[in-house]
């Protein structure tokens, strides 16, 4: 979550397989590392030596609390998001991924990828700017929308959110009836069961910047 901002998912997964391999496999590991060795096994991501400093101090952290990870994201949403934006690195989106994926909090994550397909779509066009508006105003929009839901359908949907702007939506000429764009993974047995062929966006007989694209040629 720390390594991939303003990092390409595939220099992440080659960094954590190596912080992985060099004996960090724990909160208490991470806590204990040396800034400059885990700078260097997080080379060459954004920020690595900032990111090595901030991974270090989340992990001393989190071995200091009662039930370390699960105290960090176990409670009441917003309290829980107000402690985590008090660490280095962390913003909204990244503490909403923590708390989606590592605490079960069923929430709608407004990263780069949500904002594009929501902007592009028009879906919200009437209530709210999705490529400008605050995280906050448009998180609140779209889940007083959807209503309530379980986690493992927030977790979907933003999952779809990701999966619709790397293979579909991308920032620069959308493939909105083209097959999808491949992605290539570093473990090769994520290529396996990624990226089936398709024949084009699933969104796009309602997207407005599609349509307005046929209309004027
Ligand atoms: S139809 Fe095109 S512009 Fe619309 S969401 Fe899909 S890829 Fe993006």
């Known amino acids: ?10 220099i992440v997964e080659a960094a954590v397989l190596r912080i992985l391999a060099a004996g960090y496999t724990s909160f208490e590991a991470l806590a204990l590392a040396d800034a400059h060795t885990l700078a ?6 954004a920020f690595y030596t900032r990111k090595a400093v ?10 200091t609390l009662p039930d370390g990870f699960v105290s960090l994201v176990t409670g ?8 985590l934006l008090t660490l280095p690195q962390i913003g ?15 929430l709608f994550i407004v990263d780069a990828y949500a904002r594009r397909v929501l902007a592009r779509t028009g879906i919200y066009a009437d209530q709210i700017d999705c490529m400008r508006a605050s995280y906050d105003a448009i998180q609140q929009v779209i ?3 959807i209503g309530p839901v379980d986690v493992a359908t927030a977790r979907e949907l933003h999952a779809m959110m990701v999966e619709s702007s790397i293979h579909h939506c991308t920032a620069n000429n959308p493939r909105c009836t083209k097959t999808g764009a491949v992605r290539r993974f570093v473990d ?10 398709c024949s084009g966006c699933p969104a796009a007989s309602l997207c407005l910047y599609h349509q307005n694209t046929i209309v004027l040629g």
């Open 143 to 145: 889940e007083a929308d």
């Open 40 to 45: 260097t096994l997080c080379k060459p991501c």
């Open 76 to 83: 009441e949403r917003s309290a829980l998001r107000a402690g």
């Open 92 to 106: 909204r989106e990244s503490a909403d991924t923590l708390l989606l994926y590592g605490g079960d909090h069923p």
């Open 188 to 197: 090769p047995r994520k290529c396996d069961a990624h990226c089936p062929p």
């Open 54 to 63: 901030a991974l270090i101090r989340i992990a001393q952290h989190i071995v």
């Open 1 to 10: 979550m720390v390594l991939v901002q303003q990092t390409q998912w595939g």
